[in-house]
């Protein structure tokens, strides 16, 4: 099968033939029909920033496509592992399909949770193990979830990151609230999906911070009320100009620096929190404590997001209750994969998620 497969930072992935895997007990083989380029991809192969597990490895962690095979148990496995054979027999050749691309182990407290992100044994697909730029994706059976016919295969694909990472930010972790006053610090390709989250879930007003005029625009087309760029405004001043001299309820950061974590804290009013969905290496620092205490401010972490959102998500989308359909900016072939990455890294064309189609 053909994969874009990774060797090193900053270099071209290289389109080769690879083995097609095979599926053993408790897996499933997807025929790859789309999958989503994502800002990780973007850190591992041009920036090198987020280490692989090895190398070569085929990148890609947000994949759509339809089952092409299902892996055997023996007797002994099938007496000893039931859980895997239930998950195993619900799959069948031809079944339209998302991956949840964190590989959880299933056993450990933050699975038995059903907090799968936090699993203390994961891996990430295109991370920690092979991924979806590829026409074959191999995953264990527990990590599919059932597309609908009426969702298409790229809009499924960034379904399985992308929107599910903002959806957990906003639903799960922020507890987004009807009327609720919502800042969401940097509209790229998450961001922009907290601006719509935000929106579906009845939040008034959302006020979108981002220095890409691009990135404001599009945030205003899925809901966003009024648009705040921080080299031309005050961020805060402008936030409580915009709430009669309150705050916001609730902000949420994208972007991943200390400046604009403690922007987004700048933004509450008393009693307010702030969800940082972000990564990087700055150090963050809290306000003096006699304001962040005084002021019982709330600082939450958001990390990906767990399967159940995912099935919540595709739920949602399949019964029209929220569009994403005008996420996909592009689609391209896997031979285009790098030209697309590196528009990406140069902020050309305007995007908010290009997909790879394969011949899966």
Same mark, same amino acid.
């Given at each position: 099968?053909?994969?874009?497969?990774?060797?090193?930072?900053?270099?071209?992935?290289?389109?080769?033939d690879?083995?097609?895997?095979?599926?053993?007990?408790?897996?499933?083989l997807?025929?790859?029909?789309?999958?989503?380029?994502?800002?990780t991809?973007?850190?591992?192969? =041009?920036?090198?920033?987020i280490?692989?597990?090895?190398q070569?490895?085929?990148?890609?962690?947000? %994949?759509?496509?339809?089952?092409?095979?299902?892996?055997?148990?023996?007797a002994?496995?099938?007496?000893?592992?039931?859980?895997?054979?239930?998950?195993?027999?619900?799959?069948?050749?031809?079944?339209?399909?998302?991956?949840?691309?964190n590989? %959880?182990?299933?056993?450990?407290?933050?699975?038995?949770?059903?907090?799968?992100?936090?699993?203390?044994?994961?891996?990430?697909?295109?991370?920690?193990a092979?991924?979806?730029?590829?026409?074959?994706?191999?995953?264990?059976?527990?990590?599919?979830?059932?597309?609908?016919?009426? =969702?298409?295969?790229?809009?499924? %694909? =960034?379904?399985?990151?992308?929107v599910?990472?903002?959806?957990?930010?906003?639903a799960?972790?922020?507890?987004?609230?009807?009327g609720?006053?919502?800042?969401?610090?940097?509209?790229?390709?998450?961001?922009?999906?907290?601006?719509?989250?935000?929106?579906?879930?009845?939040?008034?007003?959302?006020?979108?911070?981002?220095?890409?005029?691009?990135?404001?625009?599009?945030?205003?087309?899925?809901?966003?009320?009024?648009?705040?760029?921080?080299?031309?405004?005050d961020?805060?001043?402008a936030?409580?100009?915009?709430?009669?001299?309150?705050?916001?309820?609730c902000?949420?950061e994208?972007?991943?620096?200390a400046?604009?974590?403690?922007?987004?804290?700048?933004?509450?009013?008393?009693?307010?929190?702030?969800?940082?969905?972000?990564?990087?290496?700055?150090?963050?620092?809290?306000?003096?404590?006699?304001?962040?205490?005084?002021?019982?401010?709330?600082?939450?972490?958001?990390?990906?997001?767990?399967?159940?959102d995912l099935e919540?998500?595709?739920?949602?989308?399949?019964?029209?209750?929220?569009?994403?359909?005008?996420s996909v900016?592009?689609?391209?072939?896997?031979?285009? =994969?790098n030209?697309?990455?590196?528009?990406l890294?140069?902020r050309k064309g305007?995007?908010?998620?290009?997909?790879?189609?394969?011949?899966?």
């Open positions: 099968m053909k994969a874009a497969r990774f060797y090193g930072a900053d270099q071209p992935l290289k389109i080769e690879i083995p097609q895997p095979h599926p053993g007990p408790g897996e499933v997807l025929a790859v029909k789309a999958a989503g380029l994502c800002g991809d973007l850190h591992i192969a =041009i920036e090198g920033t280490p692989t597990a090895f070569p490895i085929t990148l890609g962690h947000e %994949a759509a496509g339809v089952v092409a095979a299902v892996g055997d148990y023996s002994v496995q099938l007496r000893n592992n039931l859980a895997e054979l239930r998950n195993n027999l619900e799959w069948k050749v031809g079944d339209r399909a998302a991956a949840f691309p590989i %959880a182990c299933g056993e450990c407290y933050a699975c038995a949770s059903g907090r799968e992100a936090l699993c203390l044994n994961s891996r990430i697909l295109g991370v920690q092979d991924g979806a730029f590829a026409e074959y994706l191999l995953v264990p059976a527990r990590t599919l979830v059932r597309l609908p016919e009426s =969702i298409p295969f790229e809009v499924g %694909a =960034i379904l399985t990151d992308a599910s990472t903002a959806y957990h930010a906003v799960c972790r922020g507890s987004v609230q009807p609720e006053a919502v800042v969401v610090v940097g509209c790229g390709g998450v961001g922009h999906h907290a601006v719509l989250w935000a929106k579906q879930r009845g939040a008034a007003p959302i006020i979108a911070v981002d220095v890409s005029a691009g990135a404001l625009r599009r945030a205003q087309e899925v809901g966003a009320d009024h648009v705040i760029n921080p080299a031309e405004a961020v805060s001043k936030v409580r100009a915009l709430t009669d001299g309150a705050g916001a309820d902000a949420l994208f972007v991943g620096r400046e604009t974590v403690m922007t987004a804290m700048k933004c509450l009013k008393r009693g307010g929190r702030v969800v940082v969905v972000g990564v990087g290496p700055e150090r963050v620092t809290l306000p003096p404590l006699q304001a962040f205490v005084g002021n019982e401010l709330s600082l939450i972490a958001s990390l990906g997001f767990h399967r159940a919540k998500i595709i739920g949602l989308v399949a019964a029209g209750e929220v569009d994403v359909s005008g900016s592009e689609s391209v072939p896997l031979e285009g =994969i030209e697309a990455l590196r528009r890294a140069e305007d995007a908010v998620r290009v997909v790879v189609r394969t011949a899966g």
